[in-house]
Each structure stands twice: as C-alpha cells, then as structure tokens.
C-alpha cells in the first residue's frame, strides 16, 4: 500500500469545526464574570445566533454549561469542574507533589501549594491547607497574575527580556499595589535578582497580609515546570524558624525536581547553600 503524501495528514485536514465552534464557545463563557448571553457569545465569536444556541444547548446538556435563572445567559457548569479535577488528578506533577506538600504543612502547620504558570496567570493546581485560622484561602484551580506574585517570579525566573517582551506584547503590566513591577523592563530587573537566590520570601507582595516563601521545581533539561511554596501570615518570624522553612522548602522543591528526572547542580541544596537572608 502506497504511503499518501505527508500533506494528508495536516493538521487542517483533520480539524472539526462544529468542535472547534463548540469550544471556543466554552472558552468564552469561561472568561465572562459571571452569565454571558448567547447574542454577546455570537458578537464576540463572529458565528451567527442560530449556531451559538444550538452549541449552547448541546453543551448544557452535557453539564459544561448552565443556564441563568432567567434564561438568557450562561456560566460553565460543573462537568467544566470534573474535567479540570480529573486532569490534575492525572499530572504526574501534582500527583508526585502532594505528599511533598502535606510533609511541610504537617511540620510548621503552614499552607503549602504547588503552582504553574498558563501564559501570564498562575494557577494552583495542589494544595496541602493548614488547620489555623490564618489558612490560606487561595484553592485548586486559583489563578493569579503571574508577575505580581512571588511564585509567577520564581515560575519566570529564567525568562529573558526578549520573552517576557513576548508574553506581555504591550509592555505593561497591571499594578496590584506599590510592590508590582509597572513594566517588563521592571519584571525583568526583579527576575535577575532573583536568579541568584535559592528562594524568595517577600511579606505582603500581592496580598497585605500574607508573606510567600517559593522555590523552583525543574523537569528534566532544566526548565522550570512549578513553584513549591507555603503562605504564612505576614507577621515577623523568628531566623531560626525561618532558615528551618526556608530549608524544608528548598529540600522539597529539590527533591519534587528529582523525581521528574531533573540532575543539574542545584537538584539539591546542601548545607553548603546560605539559605538566610534570601529576602526578595
């Protein structure tokens, strides 16, 4: 049997438009604050009326969408909810990550979270929460702006200007508060300090009242794949408590880099490495 020209088998050939319609539906119900109407979805999609109630329908049917009370507008509905749990469920991050969180929470009784980055946001995706009062409140599947948290610098720390440039086309960034770098150029200056230090702990960098400790986790080549870190009230704490944090933060990153197969230099950090005064 001959074999069909590599053409056959382009991408474009197999795509299914109905599908591709049915999701790009989704995706804007997705981004809306709240209900978004089908003649609004028509608008921004450019597909006629017709078209978005009949993927509207087919959709609530199948529980990724759900209708207001009134009728007319849409939100996602919960097997949006299912498929995002089952898909962290099967990352071999989360999954080899979770009892590297649950060790440091039950050691200082601080939140722990494991965190990636989508294009300029984090997102969440484990959690070991702490049973204090002061528990961070953030849950699986939170997503925060990436260059106004510690954790999106530790997740961008390797990022040349040229990328980030790349990443946020019109140079500037939304400011949270007096911390947040207004630009790229300020992203970047902050991310070459924070090459050189094995964490970051910054008190109050995107909520006032709460201090994030982070360290990098790499994959195999050396690329950032997720930012281990804890939440603590941003309250002083003492060195020799903070230098134990500091180390159980960085040991489990380290060793969360480790098993998936990542062997540079820093896969561990030794007693050799001063932990102390690493303050972003």
Known sequence: M??????????????????????????????????????????????????????????????????????????LGMAVLRLGFEYLASLELTQLGAPLLARVRDEFNLSCHLVVRDETDIVYVAKAAATTLMASSVNVGTRLP??????????????????????????????????????????????????????????????????????????????????????MPAVPIEPARLQQLARAVCESAAELSSLLNYRGQDAAYGSDRKLNGMVA
């Open 2 to 75: 001959s074999q069909l020209p590599t053409s056959e088998f382009s991408a474009e050939k197999y795509r299914v438009p109905g599908l591709e319609r049915g999701l790009r539906v989704l995706c804007e119900v997705g981004r809306g604050a709240g209900m978004v109407g089908a003649p609004d979805l028509a608008r921004r999609l450019g597909v006629p009326r017709t078209t978005v109630f009949r993927l509207l329908n087919t959709l609530e049917q199948l529980g990724f969408v759900e209708r207001a009370d009134n009728g007319r507008g849409y939100a």
């Open 146 to 231: 990436a260059h106004a948290t510690v954790l999106g610098r530790v997740l961008m720390a390797d990022m040349t200007l040229e990328q980030l440039a790349g990443l946020y086309p019109d140079g500037k960034l939304a400011v949270v508060n007096s911390f947040t770098p207004r630009n790229v150029q300020e992203l970047h200056a902050l991310l070459l300090q924070d090459r050189r230090r094995p964490y970051l702990l910054h008190e109050g960098f995107f909520d006032s009242g709460i201090s994030t400790l982070a360290a990098p986790v790499r994959e195999q080549g050396g690329a950032i794949a997720a930012a281990l870190g804890v939440a």
